[in-house]
Structure formats: structure tokens, C-alpha cells
T-cell receptor, first 115, second 114 residues
């Protein structure tokens, strides 16, 4: 099976612009989660989508939004970019485990640089 | 609330030496526990996980971890370090409530000295 794919891999934007990142999960996975990774804050959960519905949300401002399509592909959008939004954005698709919980499979990430 | 503490942001070991990366969690109910590895410019790869059952968990690349409820710990070990083990390692927890989100520690960068 193909792994989680994220496009684009690298992006450079300027302050005030908006950006859309895309994630294609592993075939058959219906849950997609997004994380932000920065040197200062580490890995932080943004949100999770399941069957086109946002199921969980982290503590990020409303400038960060996402959606999921019927084929489970997901996009996240960041509006009015700030310098502090420069980060590696990771997408993960999930498989429910027999013993409980989920196993998350991560994509390679999109490196966003805001100038 | 869930939280994860990884002691030591940087760990250096000699090639062939024991690797020990520490992880402690804070949770009122034992969560599900994971160790991930991240190589430069790449995403996260799962090394191993604990959900239920045997508390000593074996993962890929010779790594293992032991869940100790009394110590709220899930330390990662490998008997003999290889140069290829140099990477950043993250401990993560997810709640047993069914919420599918991971809480990560701040990471430990492992350097292997030849």
C-alpha cells in the first residue's frame, strides 16, 4: 500500500497570504489528523477529521482550518499567515487497533516558510 | 490532561553501547503509549506501541520499551547502538477515551559516536 502523501513538500509564502496543504491518507484509512512541528513548541495537534467531519480540535486560532473529502483526502488551510506559522506540517492517517486506540501513520510533511 | 516528559533533549552514546531514552507520562488513566523516530527532513515513523497486554514491547530496528504503571514510565532501550540510529525520538500518548490525537514529548536527539 502506498503511504501517506503530502503536497507540496515545500512552500514559501509571505505574511498575510493564505496557504492550502493537501494530504492523501493510506487507502482504507478514514481518519486524518494534522500536526504542527516547530523548534519552539514541538509537535502539536491541530485537528482530526473522520468521515468528512472534524472530530477533534487542538488549541489553535481560527486561522487554521481543515476539511476532508469523501475519498478521505484532507486539506488544511491557514489564512493571514504570520511569521510564527513557519513550521513542518505533518499529516497522519489512522488505523483503529484491536486492543484499543489508534495507530497513526505519518506523511513526510510540508515545510512552510513564512517571510 | 495528558502530558509527556522526555528527560534529556540530547543523548550521546558510543556505537555498540546501550541506548536508553526516558519517557514519563502524566495521566489519571494509563494511556496508549508510542515511540516514534524522525530522521532529518522526514515524517515520523512508529518504532513501537503499547496498548494492552504484555508490558515489554518490542519494536522495529531492535528497540524495545517497558510500560511501568507504578512509575508512569515508558523508557525506550536498545542493547547496541548503530550509527543509523542517530535521529530524533519522540514519546507520545493518546487517551484511552477513544480520542484520536497524540500528545508528544519534546523529543530526544540521539547522537551515535563512532
Amino acid at each position: 500500500k502506498a503511504g501517506v502523501t503530502q503536497t507540496p513538500r515545500y512552500l514559501i509564502k509571505t505574511r498575510g497570504q493564505q496557504v492550502t496543504l493537501s494530504c492523501s491518507p493510506i487507502s482504507g484509512h478514514r481518519s486524518v489528523s494534522w500536526y504542527q512541528q516547530t523548534p519552539g513548541q514541538g509537535l502539536q495537534f491541530l485537528f482530526e477529521y473522520f468521515s468528512e467531519t472534524q472530530r477533534n480540535k487542538g488549541n489553535f486560532p481560527g486561522r487554521f482550518s481543515g476539511r476532508q473529502f469523501s475519498n478521505s483526502r484532507s486539506e488544511m488551510n491557514v489564512s493571514t499567515l504570520e511569521l510564527g506559522d513557519s513550521a513542518l506540517y505533518l499529516c497522519a492517517s489512522s488505523l483503529r487497533l484491536a486492543g484499543g486506540g489508534h495507530e497513526q501513520f505519518f506523511g513526510p510533511g510540508t515545510r512552510l516558510t513564512v517571510l | 490532561a495528558q502530558s509527556v516528559t522526555q528527560l534529556g533533549s540530547h543523548v550521546s552514546v558510543s556505537e555498540g553501547a546501550l541506548v536508553l531514552l526516558r519517557c514519563n507520562y502524566s495521566s489519571s488513566v494509563p494511556p496508549y503509549l508510542f515511540w516514534y523516530v524522525q530522521y532529518p527532513n522526514q515524517g515520523l515513523q512508529l518504532l513501537l506501541k503499547y496498548t494492552t497486554g504484555a508490558t515489554l514491547v518490542k519494536g522495529i530496528n531492535g528497540f524495545e520499551a517497558e510500560f511501568k504503571k507504578s512509575e508512569t514510565s515508558f523508557h525506550l532501550t536498545k542493547p547496541s547502538a548503530h550509527m543509523s540510529d542517530a535521529a530524533e525520538y519522540f514519546c507520545a500518548v493518546s487517551p484511552q477515551t477513544g480520542a484520536n490525537n497524540l500528545f508528544f514529548g519534546t523529543g530526544t536527539r540521539l547522537t551515535v559516536i563512532p
